[in-house]
């Protein structure tokens, strides 16, 4: 059984910083393509940021264009942790984040998802 446990949301002002942590367990998650969404009041679920396996020790990183610059993501395998990192957040940043892992490891289609960390950004 896979699960995911973010950690790591807060309020903080904007231009502030913070990180996010996911921590998956029951499986071993290299090949996994892991991903960050989040979803607003109101909104539909978005994209955030995913880092892909690529073979070997190399991985791909995706943003969506309004985090590009802004958002890291990046994985620690010793750990099953996927971090992002979030600098310069916007209050129109504020939503549930979440934790998502893609088994298949490129098919875009996440299967496992956890539980949302609120993050807040006050103006």
């Known amino acids: 059984q896979v699960q995911l446990v973010e950690s790591g949301g807060g309020l903080v002002q904007a231009g502030g910083s913070l990180r996010l942590s996911c921590s998956g367990s029951g499986r071993t998650f290299i090949r996994y393509a892991m991903g960050w969404f989040r979803q607003a009041p109101g909104e539909e679920r978005e994209f955030v940021a995913k880092?892909?396996?690529?073979?070997?020790?190399?991985?791909?990183?995706n943003y969506a264009d309004s985090v590009k610059g802004r958002f890291t993501i990046s994985r620690d395998n010793t750990k099953n942790t996927v971090y992002l990192q979030m600098n310069s957040l916007k209050p129109e940043d504020t939503a549930v984040y979440y934790c998502?892992?893609?088994?298949?490891?490129?098919?875009?289609?996440?299967?496992?998802w956890g539980q949302g960390t609120q993050v807040t950004v006050s103006s």
């Open positions: 998502a892992a893609d088994p298949q490891g490129d098919s875009d289609y996440f299967e496992y």
């Open positions: 880092v892909t396996w690529t073979g070997g020790i190399t991985y791909r990183a």
